[in-house]
């Protein structure tokens, strides 16, 4: 499956986004999606997942309660609402495609089938 993300910026601390990955080339139902994010200097890090079917979900900690992951069958489309951001929360942020049993658990880089690119996110403050 093919992926492609979109809706990052600048935005100030406090604000929101609404970051977008379009799937294509494969059934999209057959997915579960996620995002990751990596920052400067940093390693990629799982940011959160949603289910084939959407009915599950699960975040890193950090994000619990400011970011919120769904999906759209019909647009083939994965999203990750971003409220109260703040400067730590900069970072590309990547969406993934993952087959199989849906676990909350942390995606690990090696679970992931498929990759977009990034789209960035920058915080000031």
């Known amino acids: 499956v093919q992926l492609q993300a979109s809706g990052g910026g600048l935005v100030q601390a406090g604000g929101s986004l609404r970051l977008s990955c379009a799937a294509s080339?494969?059934?999209?139902?057959?997915?579960?999606m996620g995002w990751f994010r990596q920052a400067p200097g940093k390693d990629r890090e799982f940011v959160s997942a949603i289910s084939r079917m959407g009915d599950n979900t699960h975040y890193q900690d950090s994000v619990k309660g400011r970011f919120t992951i769904s999906r759209d069958s019909a647009k083939n489309t994965v999203y990750l609402q971003t409220n109260s951001l703040n400067a730590e929360d900069t970072a590309v942020y990547y969406c993934a495609a993952r087959t199989g049993w849906f676990t909350a658990t942390l995606w690990t880089l090696g679970e992931v089938n498929s990759w977009g690119k990034g789209t960035q996110v920058t915080v000031s403050s």
């Open positions: 080339g494969r059934t999209f139902s057959n997915y579960n």
